[in-house]
């Protein structure tokens, strides 16, 4: 039992090594790909094309003296970038590693659980500041949560319907022959900009908006602080996408066609930010309650109706042959 325990506990510590070294190149290929949209290089001064820039940055930024504000409450203000960050990678072990690591049968509703987490860390950065800017940023991330979580659990619950299953390893059985993106690409879109609204991203990025907030909930927050909050928001990146793989392009792991399809999706992130501007508060709300939640409850009725309609098929089958 207690070898059992060191091993996962182990297996757990290289992935949360990997997700962070797979963070701190992602900024650097976002930095590359804005780059290259704004017509410039990025990058390419710290080693060669700037394959360093991360850790210099990482280097730079724990070694800056951190400062909290005077009249802040420290202890919560210390806190919430860990709890943020420890959320943000506690959604990975969801992830079917087709091993015997880790084994969640009810993944979805695990994954729901640390996505709603998630939110009150940054309500919780925001009002410890006692900045009107920072509570500002984090009411607004409040109140967009709840406009857009509904349509995601709904899209969530219309899969659960389909494949009968809360496990994540069940999209790789369903979609051996044929992808989901293929007769749900509506739904795969509707899906995808709720990601974007997850992780506060262009052209949803209302908690985070510089124009009107100065930097939102994190303004702050500096070194080590800022440090956790921006590897937790692109930690999330990272597995919003492969999320994105394995509900709509089949999730075999082994091979590395998942992987390419994965950084697809990281680069529509990246490109997404540099194409868009950012979208209108209300018209956030208006999308998620007028256009997301209608479809995605016809889509759940949908299923219902599809399953229930295979169901009673199968009976009558039964009975008559």
């Keep these: 039992m207690v070898f059992d325990f060191l091993i996962s506990f182990f297996c757990f510590f290289l992935l949360v090594i990997f997700i962070l070294v797979g963070v701190s190149f992602f900024t650097l290929f976002e930095r590359k790909v804005l780059g290259y949209v704004h017509l410039r290089k990025g990058p390419n001064k710290v080693s060669f094309f700037g394959f360093l820039q991360p850790f210099s940055d990482a280097i730079k930024l724990f070694c800056k003296e951190n400062f909290s504000p005077s009249f802040s409450n420290y202890l919560f203000y210390y806190f919430s970038p860990v709890f943020n960050l420890f959320f943000c990678l506690s959604v990975w072990v969801v992830i079917p590693y087709f091993s015997l690591m880790f084994g969640y049968g009810l993944g979805l509703v695990f994954l729901l659980c640390c996505l709603g987490f998630n ?5 919780i950065a925001g009002w410890s500041s006692n ?11 409040v109140a967009q949560t709840i406009s857009y979580e509904v349509s995601l659990f709904l899209i969530m619950l219309s899969f659960v319907v389909l494949i009968g299953n809360y496990c994540l390893i069940s999209f790789y059985y369903f979609q051996y022959y044929v992808w989901y993106i293929f007769f749900l690409f509506p739904l795969c879109l509707c899906l995808f900009s709720s990601f ?4 506060n991203r262009t052209p949803f990025d209302f908690a985070e908006g510089e124009s009107e907030l100065v930097s939102g909930f994190n303004v ?18 990272l597995f919003m996408s492969l ?11 082994f091979s590395i066609s998942s992987f390419l399809k994965m950084v697809f999706f990281s680069f529509l992130f990246v490109w997404i930010r540099s194409s868009l501007p950012r979208f209108r508060y209300d018209k956030l709300m208006s999308l998620a309650w007028k ?7 016809n889509y759940l009725i949908f299923f219902v109706g599809f399953k229930l309609f295979v169901i009673s098929l199968f009976i009558y089958c ?3 042959s």
Aim: proline share 2%; aromatic share 18%.
């Design 119 to 123: 939110v009150y860390s940054i309500m």
């Design 131 to 141: 900045s009107n800017y920072s509570l500002l940023g984090g009411l607004r991330s």
């Design 196 to 199: 974007l609204a997850d992780v």
């Design 220 to 237: 702050e927050y500096m070194s080590g602080g800022f440090v956790l909050i921006f590897l937790g928001e692109y930690c999330v990146i």
């Design 243 to 253: 999320l994105s793989v394995i509900f709509f392009f089949g999730c075999d792991l």
């Design 291 to 297: 256009c997301y939640l209608p479809l995605s409850l």
């Design 318 to 320: 039964i009975i008559f």
